[in-house]
């Protein structure tokens, strides 16, 4: 191939619109990164008739931040992370510990990628914006959850793979005061408009419905979803992969994408890292915490930036009187519960801004672990096989996913889902791969562009 010529600004800032596509069908797509992202992204455009190539760098699918994650599956309880209002909630409702939840650590303070992300997140955290960003995430995510059920018709064997387990997401509160708030929130409005129907329940009935939780902890009253769902994401990437394969999807391992050559405005081939040239008509990145580094190689700057987070895993302690967990436990952000098939729990939770920094710190484990052990009775976990996993979110300045073109005309991105990029993931997927085909999108992608940021936002 001749692709002798490599501009890498060539993509930098034109104007602020989308360039127009040309809805060429099918191409041959070649999708980077083999994460719950990638391989949605792979799947919908093979169903739409593209010739489809998956590169990832490890040895199978789902092995970074796909691997193990909180495991909830519940667009009614997203919001914004971008919203100075939530911090102000926190200070006023919660107590002490909860202003450990966030942790900036000195690596951030002295990285300028931290800075120049935060500074655009603190744009976006006003009330107005938070808002708005609120309602495009659960957009998505009503949106992905319908397309879950559509491919769960279609494939039933996928659900019994998701390892779908709790039955509904039970929302706990700190007092009653958090509780009104939260029941007049936009977001409770914005779940309502959509018909999703959502249950606040008085102390006893909350008990009722999962008597696992210390009843102290229900006093104030919860709210009970019935469409919040879990499972284990790292199957769901092995399903996906089968599914994949049987849509005709092939997939290149052990492949590292080290640039990007790029020929008036146009990818014509990502170059890995043995000098492999891998050509395609459309190049998607969906990289997670690696996209804003590999799209830069094309000159297209996205402002994403990771979060650490602690994943622990704990069984129920047989000797405990307490039933198993039924439903996910959702306590205000602190720590999220969630009832696995294998008879453990996933608890998730810390949000510290360390840069790409996987070290696991034991105070932070014991930080999180406390926070769960609160909401259940004296002696419920069995500690000693307490096993903890750090991971990364891809989180964007305003924590809404960037989803379509880039000013490079081939060159698409589907990343940054932050904390929410399983649910997300179906939704955000046949979005783009719609958009692609030149197909009208269900939902409008405008929302999602990765163009959005523009220069100053
Ligand atoms: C603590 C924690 C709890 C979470 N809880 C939930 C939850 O309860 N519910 C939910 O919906 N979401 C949750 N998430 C978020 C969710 O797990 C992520 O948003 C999602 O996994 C991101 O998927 P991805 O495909 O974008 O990234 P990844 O899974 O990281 O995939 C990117 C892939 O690209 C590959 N790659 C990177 N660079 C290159 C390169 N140069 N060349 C080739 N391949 C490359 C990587 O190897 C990787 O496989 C949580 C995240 C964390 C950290």
Redesign the pocket.
Known sequence: MSANKTHRKSAAMRGLETPPRSAQCPQRVVV???????LSTAYYLAKRGHEVLC????SQ??????FK?????DSTLYSSWADFSAVYRKQTHSTKSKKSAFRIEAAAWMDPAFWAWGLKFMKNSTSRRAKENGRKIRDLGFYSQRKLQELIRMHPELEEAMEQTAQGTLELFESTGERDEVMHSDRIFHCLENRIPLQPLEAGEAACLEPALNPKVLSPGAMYSSTGTNGD?HKTCVALWNLCRQQGVMFRFD????DILVVDNHVVAVQAQNGDLIEGDSFVL?????TPR?ARLAGVKLPMYPVK???LSVPRNTESSAPPLQCNVYAGGNA?VSPMRDNTMRI?GGADFAGFNYKSDPKRVAWLFQQAKALFPDNYFDESKLESHV????VSADDVPFIGQTMVENLYVN?G????????SFGSAALLADHISGRTPEINIEKFSPLRFGLFR
């Open positions: 980077l990164g083999g994460g719950i992202i990638g590169i990832e760098k490890e699918v789902g092995m970074l931040a796909s994650n909180g495991s909830f599956f994401v492949t590292e994408i080290t969906a990289l997670g915490n690696n590999v987070g602690y994943v999220l998730s991971c990364l979110r891809p990343s889902h932050g904390s929410k990029g399983w649910t997300l």
